[in-house]
């Protein structure tokens, strides 16, 4: 989702054609909206429209608990688009201020909008030194880096060149090249780094980082965030449809622990199994269950997955929904059960 250069509503008009064809459902929208507000903050404006827009062609109620991201949050609130509490912090901050994402005259101002001038007078201000922890576990230099503010960072870096790696892995979100090369003057890159790539959406540098380094990231990492040209890519390296990565999870797993349909539905027509399990035993319509996906526990039903299969506490699908009080899917699977067991009885 390139939002920074996106037409608003020809992005939301694709959105809505996609969640018609059933590529993905309004909630994996929604989660793609929330990790693209917290990786792209200076965009919040843009994103923000879009959701608005979104939101009022669908006619959707939302409650508490649909964003994560505090800021979308917020503007939700104040335009009465959500039903939650305004973060304390925003209670005093018009629409526009918002939209600028911190106030004025504070370190994360200075950094997001790369103004080195608000950040000499900040860190003079408050006594502050690059590498001065924030209350977010963030140094400043971290967080120049993870917001790509390439001229804040080199400031800092002049003061100090205290790069750790945590700035290192913070610089594959911000993805600015002049502060990546100054850190990997410093680190080698781990997994952390392509991971928070990946999760950014930054996929020429993921590119980079398998070719020159031999890194390699899960499936959660693309999946969750729904940065699909990377599940793609891996997919299409892999010698066994059911490979697992070092989260013990392969591609139809994570693709049910996200409810991503169209990743589930591709992986199934490559003939991944269907009843593979994840290091606590559970298969994809155990995960399907669980999240109350009913679309997704359709699909496999009808790929053959096994009904009666049990986790580690041997429990099966339709017990886990019970548990979770996702009665719908419940009803469904205890029919399939039923009929299962039906045509096992007449066979015999």
Same mark, same amino acid.
């Given at each position: ?12 008009? #694709? ?60 503007? &939700? ?50 006594? &502050? ?22 001229? *804040? ?67 959660? #990492? ?15 390296? *892999? ?59 359709? &699909? ?32 469904? &699977? ?12 007449? *066979?015999?």
């Amino acid at each position: 989702m390139n939002i920074g250069n996106a037409d608003i509503n020809s992005l939301v008009n #694709s959105t809505i054609d996609a969640v018609n064809s059933k590529i993905f459902s309004i909630n994996n929208i929604f989660s793609l909206i929330d990790s693209v507000a917290t990786y792209r903050p200076r965009h919040i404006k843009k994103i923000y429209m879009f959701c608005k827009q979104l939101i009022s062609a669908n006619h959707i109620s939302l409650n508490k608990g649909a964003f994560q991201n505090e800021l979308l949050c917020a503007l &939700l609130v104040k335009d009465q688009l959500l039903n939650s509490f305004m973060p304390f912090k925003f209670r005093k901050m018009t629409t526009e201020q918002l939209y600028r994402s911190y106030e004025e005259k504070t370190i994360e101002y200075a950094l997001l909008w790369d103004d080195k001038d608000i950040l000499e007078y900040v860190m003079e201000e408050q006594q &502050l030194s690059p590498d001065s922890n924030l209350n977010n576990d963030f140094t400043v230099i971290d967080l120049a880096a993870n917001f790509g503010a390439q001229d *804040c960072f080199t400031y800092l870096y002049s003061i100090s060149p205290c790069v750790t790696m945590n700035t290192l892995r913070k610089s594959f979100i911000g993805n600015d090249n002049k502060i990546i090369q100054t850190c990997l003057k410093h680190h080698k890159p781990d997994t952390l780094c392509i991971e928070n790539a990946v999760m950014a959406h930054h996929n020429s540098t993921v590119a980079k980082l398998i070719k020159e380094y031999k890194l390699n990231f899960s499936w959660s #990492s693309c999946l969750q965030y729904f940065n699909m040209q990377c599940f793609f890519m891996k997919v299409s390296v *892999c010698k066994n449809v059911n490979m697992k990565d070092f989260e013990k999870n392969n591609a139809l797993i994570a693709s049910s622990l996200y409810s991503n349909f169209i990743a589930a539905e591709f992986m199934i027509k490559l003939n991944a199994d269907v009843n593979e399990t994840d290091a606590m035993e559970n298969s994809p319509l155990i995960i399907s269950s669980i999240n109350n996906s009913k679309e997704m526990v359709e &699909l496999l039903v009808r790929n053959h997955a096994n009904i009666f299969q049990t986790d580690a506490y041997g429990r099966t699908a339709s017990e886990n929904a019970e548990l979770k009080d996702n009665q719908k899917i419940g009803r469904y &699977l205890h029919k399939i059960e039923q009929q299962t067991i039906g045509n096992m009885v007449s *066979c015999s």
